[in-house]
Nanobody, 128 residues
């Protein structure tokens, strides 16, 4: 069964940077579009970024556009999320997941329902 593992979270000051990594165990991520989502306490899980399988085109939520960069390394079978200029509102648990249904890499309300194989998540805290 496909299993994803997120890593790289931590505590950073506003304006700082973090690199998150999503790794697969037992399956090649190449055929899949991969999304990064985040969930803050008391709020729903929302899409942050997505990278398409075939051409590696990238997509971002407006809230992170220009600050976050998603990429994939097929040789390492990983997907990364480089987060720069972090803000307190970026504080959340970050998850990666595989898209199974729906319009490819369409990030919007309810898009989480088109993804599965969620990892355990990694905590990102941005605080002064």
């Amino acid at each position: 069964q496909l299993q994803l593992v997120e890593s790289g979270g931590g505590l950073v000051h506003p304006g700082g940077s973090l690199k998150l990594s999503c790794a697969a165990s037992g399956y090649n991520l190449g055929p899949y579009s991969i999304g990064w989502f985040r969930q803050a306490p008391g709020k729903e899980r929302v899409g942050v970024s997505c990278i398409r399988a075939s051409d590696s085109n990238t997509f971002y939520a407006d809230s992170v556009k220009g600050r976050f960069t998603i990429s994939r390394d097929n040789a390492k079978n990983t997907v990364s999320l480089h987060m720069n200029s972090l803000k307190p509102e970026d504080t959340a648990i970050y998850f990666c997941a595989i898209q199974r249904t729906g319009l490819t890499c369409a990030l919007g309300p309810g898009s989480r329902f088109f993804f599965d194989s969620w990892g355990q998540g990694t905590q990102v805290t941005v605080s002064s």
